[in-house]
């Protein structure tokens, strides 16, 4: 059974840091792309950054430079290390596990349930 679990989230000032993890319990015998993204109250769900299953990391321009993705494959965990918190990424973040379509996977995504980031002034 395929389950994202986040953990990591809470309550900080601005210009400080956190750092998310997404326990990742996935098919062992397909490829997965990983991914991070948050929705703010009132707003649409928007990307965050993103790890493809060969390493290769994206950003959103408003993380680049701040927020930082790895992954753990030995722990089967994501992460997203951010720093210089604004009250702008105040939000629900969320994990996400894209299955690289093979011979035995079919393409589909696979989200967490979120955990809260909340930066006061």
């Known amino acids: 059974q395929v389950q994202l679990v986040e953990s990591g989230g809470g309550s900080v000032q601005a210009g400080g840091s956190l750092r998310l993890s997404c326990a990742a319990s996935?098919?062992?015998?397909?490829?997965?792309?990983m991914s991070w993204h948050r929705q703010a109250p009132g707003k649409e769900r928007e990307f965050v950054s993103r790890i493809g299953n060969d390493g290769s990391t994206s950003y959103a321009d408003s993380v680049k430079g701040r927020f930082t993705i790895s992954k753990d494959n030995a722990k089967n965990t994501l992460y997203l290390q951010m720093n210089s918190l604004k009250p702008e990424d105040t939000a629900m973040y969320y994990c996400?596990?894209?299955?690289?379509?093979?011979?035995?996977?079919?393409?589909?995504?696979?989200w967490g349930q979120g955990t809260q980031v909340a930066v006061s002034e």
């Open positions: 996400a596990a894209d299955t690289i379509r093979s011979d035995y996977c079919i393409s589909y995504s696979y």
């Open positions: 996935l098919y062992t015998y397909c490829s997965y792309d």
